[in-house]
């Protein structure tokens, strides 16, 4: 059963920057992809962004020129680095992993942008 498990949430202040972890059970390259989605209360789940296994990285047009997704293999991590935070990303953020036979949620991480 792969695990993924994210870390980096936390409360800051409009302009400010946070890094989101999520670290899986097993060999990044083994996914065909590793995604964040994000959840604000009363709304839908979105998609934020993606690293696939080519390590080709795309955006949500919400967060593109913001946010940077990378990943580190030798960590079995990826990354969501999130600069000059706006209140409206506000949310819960999911890490995502999918291949041929599954796809694959973490608990989410809670981040909270306000003054």
């Known amino acids: 059963q792969v695990q993924l498990v994210e870390s980096g949430g936390d409360l800051v202040q409009p302009g400010g920057a946070l890094r989101l972890s999520c670290t899986a059970s097993?060999?990044?390259?083994?996914?065909?992809?590793m995604d964040w989605y994000r959840q604000a209360p009363g709304k839908r789940r979105e998609w934020v962004a993606r690293?696939?296994?080519?390590?080709?990285?795309t955006y949500a047009d919400s967060v593109k020129g913001r946010f940077t997704i990378s990943s580190d293999s030798a960590k079995n991590t990826v990354y969501l680095q999130m600069n000059n935070l706006k209140p409206e990303d506000t949310a819960v953020y999911y890490c995502?992993?999918?291949?041929?036979?599954?796809?694959?949620w973490g608990q989410g991480t809670q981040v909270t942008v306000s003054s």
């Open positions: 995502s992993a999918y291949d041929t036979v599954n796809d694959y």
């Open positions: 690293v696939a296994k080519t390590f080709v990285t």
């Open positions: 097993r060999s990044i390259p083994s996914f065909y992809a």
